[in-house]
């Protein structure tokens, strides 16, 4: 995991050095997450099936997630980040205590498998995208603290695409964007049933392969923007902002869709909320706009440890191959070794044999006066 800092007024130039590296995954890194309320903690998951917990402030991991037997294929927080939920590809939906490791609860989803996984802010529900066992893609609501039966389950279409989940707190807005559309669909969420309320759905011909969100503060609220996207456009070679914006004509400030929001001061330091406290985020208003109150310094720590020690064991430890590609690929490296070795050590022997002829040559030398 490399950590990068933007300079103040965005990238001028390319960026070729990090300004920290993180060693700790034995396999290839599939997801990072920052901390919702907490400052300097990130959560990356590998292809090792754990989820290490860094804590930037030592460059080290400080806790390490050992409860998924396959790959993790997506992490939710929900709003104070005392929970983790997780999609693996064993066909899981696992509610953990991020700190302890401990699985809180647990859904084996064969009728529903599951790709991704969105905490619905403060509601102590899920949402899960994934295919039904007829191969059509769907999405279901699941209460966070009873996971043995979906509260509901709705069928999109039949396309193969990944479902994209993006939810808004503070208009209670669920987004969904499938992986080669074009279209995104928007529903609102209540409390009571049917839960999920369908709206309407943005359409363009580009199909897009991934979707990035902009922070609540980034927002035009003068045209009353909810929501903006960045779409991104293989084909073309772009990346194409997507507005969602409230039509009204008043151009006071619309209070009933910018309640206060998170902002972007930490809520906990590192130490805080490792020893178990849990805070709310911090909430700003939008109404006077983005203001930059304070400038967080990051220091990269300087560490030397060639060892990374979490729980009693060494991750950087050479772990066995799980897949027969794995064991080819390993039987390869091992066989260029061995080649590398056996020629070093054939030029060795030659160097050895020159030396003692050298040697030999000087006792036979006769004694100069």
Known sequence: VRIWEIPEGGLKRNMTEAVLELYGHSRRVGLV??????????????????????N???GEPVKMIDCHTDVILCMSFNTDGSLLATTCKDKKLRVVE???????????????RVNRVVFLGSTKRLLTTGVSRWNTR????????????????EEIDGLSGLLFPFYDADTHMLYLAGKGDGNI???E??????????????????????????PKHGLDVSACEVFRFYKLITLKGLIEPISMIVPR?????????YPMTPGTEPALTPDEWLSGVNRDPILMSLKEGYKKTSKIVFKAPVREKKSVVVNGIDLLENVPPRTENELLRMFFRQQ?????????LSQKDIRIRQLQLELKNLKNCPKNN
């Open 249 to 257: 004509r008043s151009e006071t400030y619309q209070e009933d869709i």
């Open 336 to 344: 260029d070794e061995i080649r590398r070795l056996k020629e070093e």
């Open 56 to 58: 930037l402030d030592i």
């Open 185 to 187: 669909r928007y529903y």
């Open 138 to 153: 769907q999405i279901a609501l699941w209460d966070q603290e009873d996971l043995a039966m979906p509260l509901i389950e």
């Open 33 to 54: 997450e920052w901390h919702p309320t907490t400052n300097n903690i990130l959560f990356s998951a590998g292809y090792d099936y754990k989820v290490l917990i860094w």
């Open 189 to 214: 969420i209540g409390s009571e049933k049917p839960y999920l309320s369908y709206l309407m759905e943005f359409r363009s011909p580009a199909p897009q392969k991934g979707l990035g969100v902009m």
């Open 98 to 112: 991020p700190r302890s490791g401990r699985v809180l609860q647990e859904a084996s989803c064969k009728n529903h």
